[in-house]
């Protein structure tokens, strides 16, 4: 009887025989198409990260690009504004030089009006004196008087009147 536990050498050489052609069969059906699998995945990834990396640089450079767009188009609005205050400034300050010198003319033409008119009032009265003098003259004397005495009468009156007439400025 044999042990349980004996060695057979056949056996033992087609099982390892078997061991082989399941490990070469294993080898060309499954590790090398897993291996070369692993490969691909290898390959995706490693380039996937590549590009990866290179779309994120790109990024970067998109970004930097667009902030200094950003930086250049906040610095020509604050230049535009600048520019449009400016030039609000400049019109008000024109507007408010040529409404100033309006209003120094109308103030001159009003004071030049007045005293045009205060002269035409004391031209008025000096005449309305006259007559009124003459008429008075008249009375007192009892006669009416001759082209002569007339003449130096007015002329005397005007003399008076104008002696004692208000300077200019003087409003009484």
Do not use: C
């Not at 390959?43 to 970004?63: D, G, M, P, Y």
């Not at 040529?98 to 008025?124: D, F, G, V, Y």
């Not at 002569?148 to 003087?170: C, F, I, T, W, Y």
């Amino acid at each position: 009887m044999e042990s349980p536990i004996s060695v057979h050498v056949w056996t033992l050489i087609q099982q390892a025989i078997n061991v082989l052609v399941v490990l070469l069969v294993l080898h060309h059906l499954l590790f090398k198409p897993l291996h070369q699998l692993m490969e691909n995945r290898t390959r995706f990834v490693e380039q996937s990260l590549a590009e990866a990396k290179s779309q994120k640089e790109e990024a970067a450079e998109l970004l930097a690009k667009y902030q200094e767009q950003l930086r250049n188009a906040q610095a020509e609005a604050r230049e535009i504004v600048s520019a449009a205050t400016r030039e609000a400034e400049e019109l008000a300050r024109r507007r408010r030089q040529e409404t100033e010198a309006e209003t120094q003319a109308l103030i001159a033409r009003a004071k030049a009006e007045i005293e045009n008119e205060r002269r035409r009032a004391l031209a008025s009265i000096r005449d309305e004196v006259a007559t009124l003098t003459l008429m008075v003259a008249e009375r007192v004397i009892g006669r009416e008087l001759n082209q002569e005495d007339h003449r130096r009468l007015v002329q005397d009156m005007l003399a008076d009147v104008n002696a004692r007439e208000p300077k200019v400025g003087d409003l009484q």
